[in-house]
Protein backbone atom coordinates (compact mmCIF):
# COMPACT_ATOMS: atom_id res chain seq x y z
CA UNK A 1 0.00 0.00 0.00
CA UNK A 2 1.34 3.25 -1.13
CA UNK A 3 2.12 5.60 2.12
CA UNK A 4 3.88 8.46 3.13
CA UNK A 5 6.00 8.90 6.33
CA UNK A 6 7.33 12.57 7.61
CA UNK A 7 9.83 11.58 10.96
CA UNK A 8 9.58 14.53 11.99
CA UNK A 9 6.67 15.65 14.00
CA UNK A 10 7.93 19.03 15.35
CA UNK A 11 11.08 20.70 14.35
CA UNK A 12 12.31 24.28 15.75
CA UNK A 13 15.03 26.10 13.94
CA UNK A 14 16.53 29.87 14.22
CA UNK A 15 15.45 32.82 11.97
CA UNK A 16 18.50 32.15 9.20
CA UNK A 17 19.54 29.09 9.85
CA UNK A 18 19.18 26.18 6.86
CA UNK A 19 16.20 23.71 6.81
CA UNK A 20 15.25 20.76 5.83
CA UNK A 21 12.17 18.35 6.31
CA UNK A 22 12.41 14.63 5.49
CA UNK A 23 9.97 12.52 3.64
CA UNK A 24 9.66 9.33 2.20
CA UNK A 25 7.19 7.25 0.45
CA UNK A 26 6.28 3.80 -0.50
CA UNK A 27 4.95 3.22 -3.80
CA UNK A 28 5.31 0.92 -6.52
CA UNK A 29 6.06 2.87 -9.74
CA UNK A 30 7.43 6.48 -10.20
CA UNK A 31 5.52 8.86 -7.87
CA UNK A 32 4.12 12.31 -8.22
CA UNK A 33 5.05 14.01 -5.73
CA UNK A 34 3.86 17.02 -3.72
CA UNK A 35 5.35 19.56 -0.73
CA UNK A 36 2.06 21.71 1.18
CA UNK A 37 2.33 24.56 3.28
CA UNK A 38 -0.80 24.99 6.02
CA UNK A 39 -0.73 28.14 8.00
CA UNK A 40 -2.85 27.85 11.59
CA UNK A 41 -6.69 28.18 10.89
CA UNK A 42 -6.16 28.18 6.84
CA UNK A 43 -6.45 25.65 4.07
CA UNK A 44 -3.34 24.21 1.98
CA UNK A 45 -0.73 26.19 0.27
CA UNK A 46 1.10 24.16 -2.35
CA UNK A 47 4.58 24.35 -2.59
CA UNK A 48 6.49 22.37 -5.12
CA UNK A 49 6.01 19.65 -6.96
CA UNK A 50 7.70 16.53 -8.61
CA UNK A 51 6.73 14.83 -11.95
CA UNK A 52 9.22 14.10 -13.64
CA UNK A 53 13.13 15.07 -15.40
CA UNK A 54 15.24 16.81 -12.95
CA UNK A 55 15.26 15.68 -9.52
CA UNK A 56 15.95 19.17 -7.74
CA UNK A 57 12.97 21.06 -8.01
CA UNK A 58 12.29 24.62 -7.36
CA UNK A 59 9.73 26.15 -5.15
CA UNK A 60 7.73 29.18 -4.18
CA UNK A 61 9.03 31.17 -1.29
CA UNK A 62 12.44 30.08 -1.70
CA UNK A 63 12.24 26.09 -1.19
CA UNK A 64 13.50 23.35 -2.82
CA UNK A 65 13.10 19.58 -2.59
CA UNK A 66 14.85 16.67 -4.17
CA UNK A 67 13.90 13.05 -5.27
CA UNK A 68 15.98 10.01 -4.81
CA UNK A 69 14.82 7.70 -6.15
CA UNK A 70 17.44 5.00 -4.34
CA UNK A 71 15.85 5.92 -0.79
CA UNK A 72 12.59 6.50 -1.56
CA UNK A 73 13.24 9.90 -0.27
CA UNK A 74 11.45 13.48 -0.79
CA UNK A 75 13.21 16.27 1.13
CA UNK A 76 12.28 19.57 1.49
CA UNK A 77 14.94 22.23 2.14
CA UNK A 78 15.28 25.80 2.61
CA UNK A 79 18.84 27.84 3.01
CA UNK A 80 17.22 30.27 5.19
CA UNK A 81 14.69 30.15 6.99
CA UNK A 82 12.46 33.32 7.90
CA UNK A 83 10.13 33.66 11.01
CA UNK A 84 7.18 33.64 8.66
CA UNK A 85 7.97 30.10 7.48
CA UNK A 86 6.69 28.74 10.63
CA UNK A 87 3.70 26.57 10.15
CA UNK A 88 2.19 22.94 9.14
CA UNK A 89 4.13 21.11 6.48
CA UNK A 90 2.90 18.03 4.42
CA UNK A 91 4.19 16.04 1.94
CA UNK A 92 2.33 13.87 -0.11
CA UNK A 93 2.02 11.33 -3.29
CA UNK A 94 -0.04 10.98 -5.63
CA UNK A 95 -1.71 7.99 -6.90
CA UNK A 96 -1.06 8.22 -10.68
CA UNK A 97 -4.28 7.89 -12.46
CA UNK A 98 -6.33 7.90 -9.52
CA UNK A 99 -6.83 11.17 -8.39
CA UNK A 100 -6.20 10.89 -4.88
CA UNK A 101 -3.19 12.57 -2.30
CA UNK A 102 -2.07 10.74 0.12
CA UNK A 103 -0.43 12.63 2.96
CA UNK A 104 2.22 12.11 5.25
CA UNK A 105 1.66 12.98 9.11
CA UNK A 106 2.98 16.51 8.59
CA UNK A 107 6.23 18.50 10.16
CA UNK A 108 5.15 21.26 12.19
CA UNK A 109 8.08 23.80 12.17
CA UNK A 110 8.65 26.39 14.76
CA UNK A 111 11.35 29.42 13.81
CA UNK A 112 13.19 30.90 16.75
CA UNK A 113 14.47 34.68 16.65
CA UNK B 1 -10.24 33.58 -11.00
CA UNK B 2 -11.93 33.27 -7.48
CA UNK B 3 -10.28 29.95 -5.88
CA UNK B 4 -11.87 26.68 -4.28
CA UNK B 5 -14.39 28.00 -1.98
CA UNK B 6 -16.10 25.94 0.99
CA UNK B 7 -18.69 27.08 3.17
CA UNK B 8 -19.34 27.84 6.29
CA UNK B 9 -15.59 28.30 7.77
CA UNK B 10 -16.52 27.53 10.64
CA UNK B 11 -19.85 25.01 12.02
CA UNK B 12 -21.19 24.13 15.57
CA UNK B 13 -23.45 21.27 15.80
CA UNK B 14 -25.04 19.16 18.42
CA UNK B 15 -24.71 15.26 18.34
CA UNK B 16 -27.30 13.68 16.20
CA UNK B 17 -27.45 16.51 14.22
CA UNK B 18 -26.83 16.81 10.48
CA UNK B 19 -23.88 18.37 8.92
CA UNK B 20 -23.94 19.99 5.12
CA UNK B 21 -20.38 20.89 4.25
CA UNK B 22 -20.08 22.48 0.54
CA UNK B 23 -18.03 23.20 -2.02
CA UNK B 24 -17.31 25.17 -4.97
CA UNK B 25 -14.04 24.08 -7.25
CA UNK B 26 -12.32 26.06 -9.16
CA UNK B 27 -13.38 26.94 -12.62
CA UNK B 28 -12.97 25.00 -15.00
CA UNK B 29 -12.51 21.71 -12.48
CA UNK B 30 -14.78 18.81 -12.33
CA UNK B 31 -12.62 16.72 -10.66
CA UNK B 32 -13.14 17.20 -6.39
CA UNK B 33 -12.18 15.81 -3.39
CA UNK B 34 -12.89 15.40 -0.08
CA UNK B 35 -9.96 15.50 3.02
CA UNK B 36 -10.83 15.13 6.69
CA UNK B 37 -8.07 16.21 9.07
CA UNK B 38 -7.98 15.19 12.83
CA UNK B 39 -6.81 17.31 15.23
CA UNK B 40 -2.84 16.86 15.24
CA UNK B 41 -3.27 14.48 12.40
CA UNK B 42 -2.42 14.40 8.66
CA UNK B 43 -5.30 14.91 5.82
CA UNK B 44 -7.13 11.78 4.91
CA UNK B 45 -8.58 10.88 1.91
CA UNK B 46 -12.14 10.87 2.08
CA UNK B 47 -14.08 10.75 -1.53
CA UNK B 48 -13.27 11.51 -5.20
CA UNK B 49 -15.70 12.92 -7.55
CA UNK B 50 -16.39 13.90 -10.66
CA UNK B 51 -19.86 15.46 -11.61
CA UNK B 52 -22.49 13.20 -10.71
CA UNK B 53 -20.36 10.66 -10.26
CA UNK B 54 -18.41 8.98 -7.20
CA UNK B 55 -15.09 7.70 -8.58
CA UNK B 56 -13.62 6.79 -5.32
CA UNK B 57 -15.26 6.71 -2.10
CA UNK B 58 -12.47 4.56 -0.47
CA UNK B 59 -11.91 6.83 2.45
CA UNK B 60 -15.54 7.50 3.39
CA UNK B 61 -17.11 6.08 6.74
CA UNK B 62 -19.54 3.56 5.65
CA UNK B 63 -22.40 5.24 7.74
CA UNK B 64 -23.59 8.51 7.86
CA UNK B 65 -21.39 9.94 5.43
CA UNK B 66 -21.93 10.71 1.75
CA UNK B 67 -21.18 12.99 -0.85
CA UNK B 68 -22.70 14.35 -4.26
CA UNK B 69 -21.19 16.72 -6.75
CA UNK B 70 -24.26 17.92 -8.96
CA UNK B 71 -24.04 18.92 -12.82
CA UNK B 72 -25.42 22.46 -11.44
CA UNK B 73 -23.92 23.53 -7.90
CA UNK B 74 -21.33 23.15 -5.39
CA UNK B 75 -20.24 19.19 -3.94
CA UNK B 76 -21.82 18.39 -0.80
CA UNK B 77 -20.20 16.62 1.95
CA UNK B 78 -22.83 15.39 4.41
CA UNK B 79 -22.93 14.07 7.59
CA UNK B 80 -26.18 13.08 9.40
CA UNK B 81 -26.09 11.66 12.83
CA UNK B 82 -22.78 13.86 14.20
CA UNK B 83 -20.89 12.52 16.87
CA UNK B 84 -18.25 14.28 18.51
CA UNK B 85 -15.33 12.39 16.74
CA UNK B 86 -16.89 13.71 13.72
CA UNK B 87 -14.98 16.80 14.89
CA UNK B 88 -12.64 17.70 12.32
CA UNK B 89 -11.62 20.21 9.87
CA UNK B 90 -13.10 18.96 6.22
CA UNK B 91 -10.83 20.12 2.76
CA UNK B 92 -11.89 19.90 -0.23
CA UNK B 93 -9.61 20.48 -3.08
CA UNK B 94 -10.34 20.24 -6.74
CA UNK B 95 -8.26 20.04 -9.98
CA UNK B 96 -8.54 19.56 -14.00
CA UNK B 97 -7.67 16.43 -14.00
CA UNK B 98 -7.36 13.80 -11.56
CA UNK B 99 -3.79 14.60 -9.73
CA UNK B 100 -1.04 12.56 -11.60
CA UNK B 101 -2.72 11.89 -14.84
CA UNK B 102 -0.93 14.17 -16.57
CA UNK B 103 2.24 16.26 -16.49
CA UNK B 104 1.43 19.29 -13.95
CA UNK B 105 -1.93 18.36 -12.35
CA UNK B 106 -1.92 19.24 -8.88
CA UNK B 107 -5.15 19.90 -7.02
CA UNK B 108 -5.96 22.99 -5.20
CA UNK B 109 -7.14 23.51 -2.03
CA UNK B 110 -9.97 25.83 0.04
CA UNK B 111 -9.53 27.06 3.37
CA UNK B 112 -11.49 24.46 4.84
CA UNK B 113 -14.61 23.75 7.22
CA UNK B 114 -14.27 23.18 10.84
CA UNK B 115 -16.93 20.90 12.03
CA UNK B 116 -17.14 21.08 16.01
CA UNK B 117 -19.68 18.55 17.33
CA UNK B 118 -21.05 19.41 21.08
Known amino acids: AQSVTQPDIHITVSEGASLELRCNYSYGATPYLFWYVQSPGQGLQLLLKYFSGDTLVQGIKGFEAEFKRSQSSFNLRKPSVHWSDAAEYFCAVAHKGGGKLIFGQGTELSVKP | NAGVMQNPRHLVRRRGQEARLRCSPM?????VYWYRQLPEEGLKFMVY????????ESGMPKERFSAEFPKEGPSILRIQQVVRGDSAAYFC????????????????FGQGTRLTVV
Open chain 2, 49 to 56: LQKENIID
Open chain 2, 27 to 31: KGHSH
Open chain 2, 93 to 108: ASSPRPPGSALNTEAF
